[in-house]
DNA sequence: CATGTTCAGATCCTATAGGGCTGGTACGGA
DNA sequence: TCCGTACCAGCCCTATAGGATCTGAACATG
């Protein structure tokens, strides 16, 4: 009991130092990055006890993080013998999750393009814009700008329906999550294409025509699995 | 220190006695159920301490619980003040989980019939059975068996596509969840027709054709949507 | 009467202790 | 050498204690 009066850096006089911060919270979002990162490989054992160690912290917020963390996917809890860290992608997953997108994203563009305003449209234009100047290294720590500003788009498109049942369906997917872990081992080969479809979804959506942003959509989610598909390891 | 020699009656000489349970499981589901038969109304509290009192267990595994919940979308959490009851559904609320059911669940019954076998057929055969079997009295606990099944049919279908993130996707619509809740003032008048359009779509996926399957689970949606919406409160 | 203060209870959050189980290792006997 | 047993460390799970904050009521003061 000695790590509370540690957390509000003292000296701020009032009004919520920023943020009162929940360790739970914390220790989520650090074991998300150790498991996007690719530090917790596949198939690893999450230890309760073992966590809570590493980080400085009692087993009781890592076990909320970890119960939160399971509904994501990212990890699995067997009854009485702990947290795993989900197996990798095999190529059948893969084509289950573009069948899925292919099902779901079409028809969020579509809505967003219905409710589409210049505000939004900005904020979509700054993920491209993200994307195109995201730098490109050979290692996958150089790729997280990229892939965030990826995964940014897309969700922001979600979010625009102002759907909140279709922006947790898309969140299912594990928009923010599994792709990352997808080409952890594969690596990136694709952004110029895939940044030009992007740039074609974004005119589609400006030009205001549902169909023409569902369809730019649908196009772009097929050509990521094909591109995927091909260079893909045999697994 | 003392109930966990309880939990396992003892007596069973070896084996595991069937499943060790975890508190925080058991705690999850009285939650649930009490969410479901509308005991806990939306936009109350819930305590932490409070549900550890009332269950007769410790905060530790309600926390876990909770954590588990609030990703149902049941409960909703604020950093450090607690979990709330969600709120009622709105009839916009209505409108959109209909139409996102709209997107997902025709894509579902189409992939489903793709891969249709006798066993799962009958699995169908049997939720339509149980639709049309189950008492519909005028209290909300004699239509739980009624809505069990409703809710079995889809998430069957969900489950045949073969499909992890379509189920995870419908899952996220709160396929087992918000329908208790969303009819648990309203009361249920449209069970005739429901279980009409049932059959219907069973029809249509055990001839076969893809499309037809679709077709017949989107109409489905579309009337239930129709129906909910004429007699819908003003709320 | 209105307003500010104090205090008690409730609540969230975290740490710690300890019970029960499991898996592996060391050791002793066949 | 091989096998069974005892032991030990690590883990999950739960309970309990205690600090920090908030709420609301009782109370005091202008």
């Known amino acids: 009991m000695q790590r509370p009066s540690q957390?509000?850096?003292?000296?701020?006089?009032?009004?919520?130092?920023?943020?009162?911060?929940?360790?739970?919270?914390?220790?989520?979002?650090?074991?998300?990055?150790?498991?996007?990162?690719?530090?917790?490989?596949?198939?690893?054992?999450?230890?309760?006890d073992g966590t809570?160690?590493?980080?400085?912290?009692?087993?009781?917020?890592?076990r909320e993080a970890l119960a939160?963390?399971?509904?994501?996917?990212?990890?699995?809890?067997?009854?009485?013998?702990g947290y795993r860290v989900a197996?990798?992608?095999?190529?059948?997953d893969?084509?289950?999750?573009?069948?899925?997108?292919?099902?779901?994203?079409?028809?969020?563009?579509?809505l967003a393009c219905a409710r589409l305003t210049p505000e939004r449209l900005a904020q979509l234009e700054q993920?491209?814009?993200?994307?195109?100047?995201?730098?490109?290294?050979?290692?996958?720590?150089?790729?997280?700008?990229?892939?965030?500003?990826d995964e940014r788009f897309h969700r922001l498109i979600a979010e625009q329906t102002g759907n909140q049942f279709m922006v947790a369906a898309y969140a299912a997917l594990g928009g923010q999550v599994q792709r990352f872990r997808l080409f952890g081992g594969v690596g990136i080969t694709d952004a110029e294409n895939a940044i030009a479809e992007h740039?074609?979804?974004?005119?589609?959506?400006?030009?205001?025509?549902?169909?023409?942003?569902?369809?730019?959509m649908a196009e772009h989610v097929r050509k990521v699995r094909g591109r995927a598909i091909a260079d893909a390891p045999e697994s």
Chains 1, 2 share one sequence.
């Open 52 to 62: 809570a160690r590493d980080l400085d912290v009692s087993p009781t917020p890592v």
């Open 87 to 92: 197996p990798v992608f095999t190529r059948e």
């Open 127 to 149: 993920a491209v814009t993200d994307l195109k100047t995201a730098p490109r290294g050979p290692s996958f720590a150089e790729y997280r700008d990229y892939l965030e500003a």
């Open 94 to 110: 893969f084509a289950e999750l573009m069948e899925a997108r292919l099902a779901i994203e079409p028809v969020n563009a579509r």
């Open 7 to 48: 957390i509000n850096s003292p000296g701020t006089r009032k009004g919520r130092p920023v943020s009162r911060q929940v360790l739970a919270d914390h220790v989520y979002e650090e074991l998300l990055e150790s498991l996007m990162d690719g530090r917790l490989e596949p198939g690893a054992t999450v230890s309760i």
């Open 68 to 81: 939160r963390l399971e509904h994501t996917g990212m990890v699995r809890r067997v009854a009485l013998k």
């Open 199 to 216: 740039q074609a979804v974004l005119d589609a959506l400006s030009t205001g025509d549902p169909e023409k942003a569902a369809a730019a």
